[in-house]
């Protein structure tokens, strides 16, 4: 006899029924669990060592450019694979059309000591940011200017979204990432040399005003409230961002990319050349 | 007798029937009419002077904040309004939460030649542009930056879609949005003198090596995809950012707001004075 090809091909299993409780917060965080469904972002966790626990595995929804990603997941030590069939990878995926992949991973959250911090740290501070999708926005900017963490501060964000980790195209596991209070932010900063850059409409500078070379902490406040009045009175500096048009705001991951590559270019050793 | 609260009450009402229809393209196209949904856009087209030809109002649900809009909607001559009651409401809007007002509103289709420029015009054309999100939110940039216009070539991108007039946050209204041919763009700009300056990962130029003063169209392709050789090969300079982290493209709105912003400062007569 041979061996089933699925381990699980009814939808009324228990553990298709912990899957889809995994999509709301409130289980997820009870479960210290995230999912990772996107082959890329699974990809990219794998390439930065993130641990992982459980593939679920639909092989006939298996395209031919992800079977090398498969035999990647099949050879970490540790893994659980269940193969399921179609009906239940559909039922399971939170997205639309259903890649056969999977992946559950604990919520490895870190704290501000853990930061690895160069000589010259470029990080994101950002204050109240609700949407998963604006967060994992920032994360992916932040990967490619550079810099070494973004810090989530007011609470309430739900950093282990699969939402986050989708936006962010995998960089969530590149780019540390740290929950934090106001008070625990601003102590860090100070007590590491790093200048607090809080981004407002009504600023003192220009975002291209500012030396930028240095340890940096840019503060991004929410698009509809901007920063509160604590991060305003305590940063180092205010910056602005000139609205030339009819808006009156960025989206804060636009806002991110004008002054983490601002930052970038002050940074780099190859001077503009305007011709 | 008092006058009925409501000019449609039932769900099956043809008017009812033809807005759900609006939501999709096909329909939208036919009618030659998109969708205006969020207040703070409907508010942007009514500054900018767009023709509005239908308000659907449901008064039971206007906030206190959108009563002055309101005020200037029913201002507004030959703008047709149709008050309906809270069920009809949610089954025409595209929102989960309705807030009371929709207006439909004609497609104004521009060309080049309609486009405003200045001595030094600052364009961004994009190319294959597949999501209104993201098209939305190179407009949201596009109009903080001061651009002149925002070209869509390749055809199929649907400039009409209310999620870009959503994501926009209005710019859609304030920045002139073209769609034209890749042969049409390319000979509209050398007519112009204006510099084709193409976005690549494997570009001759870093993006704040070359000169943005003059007259100049950043050139943006889709992230998965990125330009055509046909663009490659015909613009007049080729610039990359920098990817310093792991992923290895940004969002096309994150990469047209450092662009774009790079021109801002260039062109800004304050000098950057890093400290």
Redesign the interface.
């Known amino acids: 006899m041979s061996e089933p090809r699925f381990d699980i091909t009814s939808l009324q299993n228990d553990r298709v029924k912990d899957l889809v409780r995994l999509r709301t917060r409130r289980d997820r965080d009870r479960a210290e669990l995230t999912l990772i469904e996107e082959p890329l972002v699974i990809e ?1 966790a794998l ?2 060592g993130y641990p992982l626990q459980t593939l679920f595995l639909c092989p006939p929804r298996i395209a031919p450019e992800h079977k090398e990603l498969v035999d990647r997941l099949l050879d970490v030590v540790g893994l659980e694979c269940v193969r399921v069939n179609e009906p239940v990878m559909d039922k399971v995926s939170y997205r639309e059309q259903a890649e056969g992949l999977l992946v559950v991973a604990p919520q490895v959250t870190r704290d501000l000591a853990s930061l690895d911090l160069g000589q010259a740290p470029l990080l994101v501070v950002l204050e109240g940011v609700e949407k998963p999708g604006n967060l994992g ?1 920032v994360l ?8 070494d963490g973004v810090i989530v501060c007011g609470g309430g964000t739900d950093l282990f979204n699969p939402n986050v980790l989708r936006a962010s ?3 969530f ?3 540390p990432t740290v929950a934090a209070s106001l008070d625990t932010v601003l102590e860090f900063l100070k007590s590491h040399n790093i200048a607090s850059v809080a981004t407002s409409p009504v600023a003192d500078h ?8 240095g340890p940096t902490a840019i503060v991004l406040g929410t698009e509809h409230e901007g920063l509160s009045g604590d991060w305003l009175a305590q940063a180092d500096l205010t910056v602005g ?7 009156d ?3 804060v ?6 002054l983490l ?2 930052a ?3 940074r ?1 050793s ?1 001077k ?4």
Do not use: C, H, K
């Not at 992916?140 to 810099?147: F, K, T």
């Not at 220009?206 to 070379?213: K, Q, S």
């Not at 503009?272 to 011709?275: E, G, L």
């Open positions: 990219r390439d930065a926005a992916r900017v932040a990967d490619g200017a550079g810099a195209r995998g960089a596991f590149s780019v220009r975002w291209d005003e500012i030396g930028l070379t961002i000139p609205m030339l048009g009819r808006g705001s960025l989206n991951s636009t806002s991110a990319a004008v590559y601002e970038v270019r002050q780099s190859r503009a050349d305007p011709t």
